[in-house]
């Protein structure tokens, strides 16, 4: 499982509340990612971060932030939540050097009411 | 257009059966393809991985890449009920900075006994 674990694994909230998902990496991985997973969409890429503190945008990232304050944390901020952000939301970290692979954690399902 | 185009299925074979996935790309500096397997509400698990044209064998997977027509297949050989999962082709130029992979829609393969 690549040492990735997510939490909450599951969350139901309302619409225009704050949201904070967590991604916790124990092999020391430099690149994190988070994607959304939506049907007919497959996984696109929201944020991802290269180093601590050092983040950059994926496709999809309207609506949210990330921070990196630690290598082994990773952390996605929906500021204020909206239906269209009810998803499963899976991070990654890159496979090891000379490697072009992700391995991905178990995953948070949002629910937005 | 997408980047990445892959029968969304759900694919139905029996125990037994060859199965046959496949996705098409446009995009020809892509050198590394991936083939994930996802079970219903886990995350994306990596299967096969290969660099640039030609088979890759591991058990019963065979991943083939055919770079002049921008087409990769995952074959399944003696498939078992267990390997009913959505597959997931991704790929990527590989720029040694984020990895920045395209992912396929995911075909549903179901395997009845």
């Known amino acids: 499982d690549a040492g990735i674990t997510q939490s909450p694994r599951h969350k139901v909230t309302e619409t225009g509340t704050p949201v904070t998902l967590r991604c916790h990496q124990t092999?020391?991985?430099?690149?994190m990612y988070w994607y959304r997973q939506d049907p007919g969409h497959g996984l696109r890429l929201i944020h991802y971060?290269?180093?601590?503190?050092?983040?950059d945008k994926g496709e999809v990232s309207d609506g949210y932030s990330v921070s990196r304050s630690k290598t082994e944390d990773f952390l996605l901020t929906l500021e204020s939540a909206t239906s269209s952000q009810t998803s499963v939301y899976f991070c990654?970290?890159?496979?090891?050097?000379?490697?072009?692979?992700?391995?991905f954690g178990p995953g948070t399902r949002l629910l937005v009411l | 257009q997408k980047e990445v185009e892959q029968d969304p299925g759900p694919l139905s074979v029996p125990e037994g059966a060859i199965v046959s996935l496949n996705c098409t790309y446009s995009?020809?500096?892509?050198?590394?393809f991936m083939w994930y397997r996802q079970y219903s509400r886990k995350g994306p698990e990596l299967l096969m991985y290969t660099y640039s044209s030609g088979n890759k064998e591991d058990g019963r997977f065979t991943a083939q890449v055919d770079k002049s027509s921008k087409y990769i297949s995952l074959f399944i050989r003696d498939s078992q009920p267990s390997d009913s999962a959505t597959y997931l082709c991704?790929?990527?130029?590989?720029?040694?900075?984020?990895?920045?992979?395209?992912f396929g829609a995911g075909t549903r393969l179901a395997v009845h006994p």
């Open positions: 995009n020809s500096a892509f050198q590394y």
């Open positions: 971060s290269y180093g601590v503190k050092d983040t």
């Open positions: 092999e020391n991985h430099r690149y």
């Open positions: 991704a790929m990527t130029a590989g720029s040694g900075g984020y990895n920045k992979l395209i």
């Open positions: 990654a970290i890159r496979g090891d050097r000379g490697q072009e692979t992700q391995y």
